[in-house]
């Protein structure tokens, strides 16, 4: 894990570039009143995929940790965070009655005299959570599987694991019988918070009552009331977080994680449908099974819950470790993505179709899917002479045949596209001085493709000679201001070009502050939902999405393109005139004069600003650095705005 060498080395110190550059010379703009080159506002997305326990541990809701021991030969299936109470025997168990096929590993619970010598009346287990578990008045919702006869009762409970004390109690009277499976549902319902997420779940009962001297039990989960009560749903503070964005888009699964490292572990589609009991769960790229109880389905709905258009990345035929599907051996896997587009929107009469019927997901598509994107980085690690050579063609042809509505994004921009419904994925993780420098990267330039910005950051500070990201060293631990205002100049470059680009995602986007294996990340978060930790990019990408142009508007100045104000100037859907600027590397503050045609003397129009103590500032649990000023500006006598921006501060003005 990579935790605590992440955090050791705070890497944010050098911003001497920022600091130490001379350019205070006012600046002014002339904005016209109609024209400009961009005729639809840049759409600004989430991008997501389960890394850092951002999925299992994060924004998905289940709260048991290792829920139904699933495992593989890549990480083999065990009883982490589950505890023995009061002389319990837990072992694990593949009996010969599984729970399904696809969890066929249960914990067996034993009564062990041995450990007490006195008859108990009451064992079982407990759950450590996702390193605790939010204890608040509200209902907590749980189930298990107990396969073995039992009479009496399970006891379930919220406890704190420092003071003993009982959160919430339910019992539940046992229904189970000797040779089959049977389900047990539960609720929970504290009255008051526990004052920290110290907390355990346990599950007891009483040994006497056990028939044949233990008890096996799989599937044992805990949900809290979920974003808009979505049963087996997503956590409600991290969606509030998200929606914050107002976010256009989902590019999902992956991501590293869809292409898995070796085969045949990988994303599979199918696997991730349907009762959570018929899921195997899968060896994720980023060192945790995964259970995929976050799955094609549950994306889906967290698209419609939040009005974003799914990016569905689809399995490219290409382990991250190397292995790539020749070209006579492809068919099968374009089928596969084929499939996956009819049980998501095919009509009940394809098999794919009525399979989604067949689960309870409905006659009607569950989304029209108009973004695929095929594969994820493909022209890294050897992947790029087979997927330029034939496989994007493949899954392109077949898809637009059978969709012809459907954009098909490729993994990377090194490839020539097809001429209609074809798009590009562009990812960028650098240095602030780099992102400034992209400023004009994707100023109108025919022989570019159209572009997916699916993934950027800046992910280490500046160094004396440029250069590259280092990817043997440290990452900057969170998202540093510096690093924000230079994420800002190359998104208002993007958005002055906005036709050219689907939309722009950071990545990753959410980290669960316990175990991570990727820093920087656009939210933070614990078990705590008081701990939520929104970065310095969190906000200026809020600034900007929230805010966003219908077109662009020619705009002409006297100063130097190449800074310190960066600038895009536009149309809001209401007709009002705004600008959006960055300051990188000015010496001081910049006088800012800018005149929109037709604005007369008088006119009002609302700054908005964004700073932070300097440029190494950094968001953590319970600080947040950045100051958002807002204040009224009235035009001068010749219908001009003047103001002064500082440097490494954001800044958005409106007309009112
Ligand atoms: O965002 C983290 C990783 O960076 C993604 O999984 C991958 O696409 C990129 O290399």
């Known amino acids: 894990m990579l935790t605590t060498s992440l955090f050791a080395t705070v890497a944010l110190a050098a911003t001497a570039l920022a600091q130490n550059s001379t350019n205070s010379t006012a600046f002014s703009l002339k904005v016209a009143g109609s024209g400009g080159n961009s005729t639809s506002p840049l759409q600004y997305g989430i991008m997501f995929e389960d890394?850092?326990?951002?999925?299992?541990g994060g924004i998905y809701a289940e709260m048991i940790q290792n829920r139904a021991f699933q495992g593989d030969a890549i990480f083999p299936s065990n009883l982490n965070a589950w505890h023995s109470v009061d002389g319990a025997?837990?072992?694990?168990?593949?009996?010969?009655?599984?729970?399904?096929?696809?969890l066929p590993t249960s914990m067996n619970v034993a009564y062990n005299k041995s450990a007490y010598g006195l008859p108990q009346t009451s064992i079982g287990f407990y759950n450590d959570g996702w390193w605790g578990f939010e204890v608040q008045p509200k209902t907590y919702t749980g189930s298990f599987w107990v396969y073995g006869a039992y009479s009496g009762s399970f006891k379930a409970s919220l406890q704190s694991y420092l003071t003993k004390d009982v959160w919430a109690t339910a019992n539940i009277t046992s229904h189970s019988v000797a040779g089959s499976w049977t389900q047990h549902n539960f609720t929970l319902q504290p009255t008051t918070a526990a004052p920290n997420v110290n907390n355990t779940f346990s599950i007891t009962f009483d040994p006497s009552g056990v028939k044949d001297g233990s008890l096996n039990f799989n599937l044992i989960s805990l949900f809290p009331p979920t974003y808009k009560n979505r049963p087996n749903g997503m956590r409600v503070d991290l969606m509030e977080a998200l929606a914050g964005l107002t976010p256009s888009f989902l590019r999902m699964p992956g991501g590293n994680n869809i292409e898995g490292n070796d085969p045949p572990y990988r994303w599979y589609w199918n696997q991730t449908i349907g009762p959570l009991k018929d899921r195997p769960g899968y060896s994720g790229t980023w060192g945790y099974e995964n259970t995929n109880g976050l799955g094609l389905v549950e994306y889906l709905h967290w698209c419609i819950d939040l009005n974003m258009e799914p990016i569905l990345a689809l399995w490219a035929g290409f382990y991250l470790s190397g292995p790539v599907t020749p070209e006579n051996e492809l068919g099968p896997i374009v089928q596969e993505a084929l499939d996956e587009l009819d049980f998501i929107m095919g009509p009940t009469s394809t098999p794919m179709g009525a399979l989604r019927e067949q689960l309870g997901y409905g006659a009607e598509p569950i989304y029209e899917i108009k973004y695929v994107e095929i594969g994820n980085e493909?022209?890294?690690?050897?992947?790029?002479?087979?997927?330029?050579g034939y496989r994007y063609k493949a899954f392109y042809d077949a898809i637009h045949t059978r969709?012809?509505?459907?954009?098909?994004?490729?993994?990377?921009?090194?490839?020539?596209?097809p001429s209609t419904h074809a798009a590009?994925?562009?990812h960028q993780y650098t240095r602030p001085d780099y992102f400034v420098s992209q400023y004009s990267f994707f100023d109108h330039n025919a022989s570019y493709p159209q572009t997916l910005i699916g993934e950027y950051a800046t992910v280490q500070p500046n160094i004396a000679a440029g250069g590259g990201v280092n990817w043997n060293a440290a990452r900057s631990p969170w998202p540093f201001w510096i690093g924000t205002v230079a994420e800002a100049v190359f998104l208002i470059g993007a958005e002055r070009n906005s036709d050219a680009i689907l939309g722009a995602s950071y990545a990753p986007l959410l980290q669960n502050l316990n175990s991570y294996e990727w820093a920087p990340d656009l939210i933070s978060f614990t078990a705590d939902y008081s701990q939520d930790v929104l970065s310095t990019s969190y906000h200026m990408i809020k600034l900007l999405s929230n805010t966003r142009f219908a077109h662009t508007l020619p705009a002409s100045t006297t100063n130097s393109l190449n800074g310190p104000v960066y600038f895009v100037a536009g149309e809001f859907a209401d007709g009002r005139k705004g600008m959006k600027a960055a300051v990188y590397n000015s010496t001081g503050v910049v006088p800012m004069s800018i005149a929109f045609e037709g604005c007369t003397e008088g006119q009002a129009a609302n700054l908005t600003v964004l700073t932070a103590p300097d440029g190494d500032s950094y968001n953590s649990v319970g600080s947040d650095v950045v100051k958002s000023s807002t204040s009224v500006v009235r035009a001068k006598a010749n219908g001009v705005f003047e103001f002064g921006l500082p440097n490494l501060s954001i800044a958005l003005l409106e007309t009112e």
């Open 51 to 56: 890394i850092n326990h951002s999925g299992d």
């Open 403 to 417: 969709w012809p509505d459907i954009t098909i994004v490729a993994s990377t921009v090194e490839i020539t596209l």
């Open 89 to 102: 025997a837990l072992t694990l168990q593949n009996t010969s009655n599984p729970l399904s096929a696809a």
């Open 424 to 426: 590009g994925d562009y």
């Open 378 to 388: 493909d022209n890294l690690g050897g992947g790029e002479g087979s997927y330029v």
